[in-house]
């Protein structure tokens, strides 16, 4: 099939019928030309009827346009009528000859109904395509460009704004308020600290973030009691409890009671030392406890600095690490201290004072004034316990106890606080609970009772808290998750059991930028680890 007869089939025509498709395409126009015009259609019948006897040529072609010009004709008329009564169909009938109208009207479109036989030579991208040629090969519109994206809520910290710190830009709207002095180092944050690094540098630990261990599901066995200590007034030990006082649980009667009762008689706690490690120790040798099977043996102390590390950040703290015999000894080392005020030591005395005022001591009468408080007077327990794969053996210094009806002995956990506000109650769950779950937990302390107290130090008030509901009371808030805290301190023993060596002694700290943990040189041992390891 050429392309003439296929362009006929597509619109539907066929070679036999060309003839009458130029009478009809005439005809076709007359039609269309009759509906433009209501007051001339008569005048248009006629003429659609001549045009159409004029064209022909031929007898047989005169007859077949006579015949389809009086059919057009009869046809005009009909619809002539049933458009005076119906307006409607005739604007649906004017549209379908407007159709037709543009086919034939089109110079393109008659000139391929007329002259088939040229389109085969036709290129309708080629040269006479006058539409297509003049098309530039550029446009002349410019390409818009789109302004660029300003984000208003991510102002970069120190730039212009109200409140914002001065720099080198200039200031704020508001200056820095308070005589305080300008920001150090700022522009190179702890990420970016390339300080000289210790010689005694060995290792180092950089932290995960709180989503990587809040995935890892770190288990923590039960805490079981194997022996216990006690150091009575003269700073004697005896390896029993003679030194456990007993909880007293109508301490709701002393609400009102001034904390600074004894203030003046009070015997601060002295700083022992690798001694009180020693007596830990010796306690272990007393009763016997195998070491085989342990990983770490140390205070509760240090495990409460570990695991308190996964949240607070600013807080200096350091330990020994011993490796003897496969067993890690965490010694307690105590950081330099500012000199304490007179309020401080008022504030560290109420403390004492309430957990005097929370037990019972037969030596004092009902209604006596409390008084010759001495922080020395303590009661340890040394506990077994397993965080993931370590095994632990810890001393942990116990407040007092208490007993259920059944007569078993559970110890319970004093402390005091600030009176909570609206401005400090979040800080209250944020860190003090935190440190009063983690001292608990380690211990496996089933209760806290806190007391607190006004600015000049009265009790006000006290709390009893089950220590496997403060998790559940920070939950919603998403201050901290305890599985994050056990997840970190994990990490941290499997790090330091892999990199310290056999007989050898190193310093584990957390210093400015509090950014990792490092792992320094020591030179020393201290005797009572010494000793502890030659009695074995």
């Known amino acids: 099939m050429d ?23 005439t005809t076709t126009n007359a039609n269309s030309n009759y509906s433009n015009d209501d007051q001339d259609k008569d005048q248009q019948r006629s003429s659609s009827s001549s045009s159409g006897a004029s064209s022909s040529s031929s007898g047989a072609s005169s007859a077949a346009s006579s015949s389809s010009s009086s059919s057009s004709s009869n046809r005009s008329s009909s619809a002539d009528e049933e458009e005076e009564n119906d307006p409607n169909r005739s604007e649906v009938r004017s549209s379908s000859y ?54 208003m809520n991510n102002q970069p910290r120190g730039g212009f704004g109200r409140g914002r710190w001065q720099n080198d830009r200039g200031p704020g709207l508001l200056p820095r308020p308070g005589p305080y002095p300008q920001r150090q180092n700022f522009g190179y944050g702890p990420k970016f600290f390339n300080g000289p690094r210790d010689e005694r540098f060995v290792s180092e630990l950089k932290f995960k973030s709180e989503e990587t261990l809040s995935r890892k599901a770190t288990v923590f066995q039960e805490p ?72 770490f043996v140390t205070y509760r102390n ?12 600013h807080e200096p703290w350091e330990m020994g690490v011993h490796k003897r015999n496969g067993v890690v000894y965490l010694d307690v080392h105590k950081l330099p201290e500012r000199p304490q005020s007179e309020l401080d030591r008022r504030r560290c005395y109420w403390g004492y004072c309430f957990e005097t005022l929370a037990t019972e001591d037969p030596r004092r009468a009902d209604g006596e004034a409390i008084h010759h408080v001495d922080a020395n007077v303590e009661y340890c327990s040394v506990i077994k316990t397993k965080l993931g794969a370590h095994r632990i053996l810890m001393g942990a210094e116990m407040d007092c106890c208490d007993s259920t009806d059944e007569g078993r002995r559970f110890y319970v956990e004093l402390k005091t606080s600030r009176e909570l506000d609206y401005h400090t109650e ?5 860190e003090k609970l935190l440190k009063f779950w983690i001292q608990s937990f380690l211990a496996g302390v089933p209760y806290i009772v806190v007391g607190f107290r006004d600015d000049g130090g009265r009790l006000v008030r006290t709390e009893r808290l089950r220590t496997k509901d403060v998790t559940h009371r920070v939950k919603m808030k998403n201050y ?53 390891v030659q009695q074995l």
């Open 426 to 430: 979040e800080r209250f769950e944020r």
């Open 98 to 151: 407007n159709s037709h109208d543009y086919v034939s009207n089109n110079d393109t479109n008659s000139h391929y109904y007329e002259h088939d036989e040229e389109v085969e030579d036709k290129d309708l991208f080629g040269s006479d395509n006058e539409d297509y040629v003049k098309t530039p090969a550029n446009s002349v519109h410019p390409v818009p460009v789109l302004p660029p994206i300003r984000v």
């Open 480 to 532: 901290w998750q305890g599985g994050v805290c056990l997840a970190f301190a994990d990490e941290v023993l499997c790090w330091l059991y892999g990199t310290v060596k056999e007989n050898e002694d190193y310093i584990l700290q957390f210093a400015h930028p509090f950014t990792r943990l490092e792992l320094l040189q020591a030179q020393t041992c201290p005797n009572s680890i010494t000793e502890h």
């Open 302 to 313: 240090n495990l409460n600095k570990i695991l308190g590390t996964a949240y607070m950040r």
């Open 3 to 25: 392309f003439a007869e296929q362009a006929m089939n597509l619109f539907g025509d066929s070679e036999e019928d060309e003839d009458e498709d130029e009478d009809n395409t």
């Open 224 to 295: 079981c009691e194997l022996a216990c200590y006690s150091r009575v007034e003269g700073g004697d030990v005896y390896f029993d409890d003679r030194s456990l006082r007993l909880f007293k649980r109508l301490i709701t009667e002393d609400i009102g009671t001034d904390l600074n009762e004894g203030f003046d008689t009070f015997i601060p706690k002295k700083d022992l030392g690798s001694q009180g490690f020693g007596d830990f120790l010796s306690t272990i040798r007393n009763k016997n406890i195998p070491l085989q099977n342990m990983h």
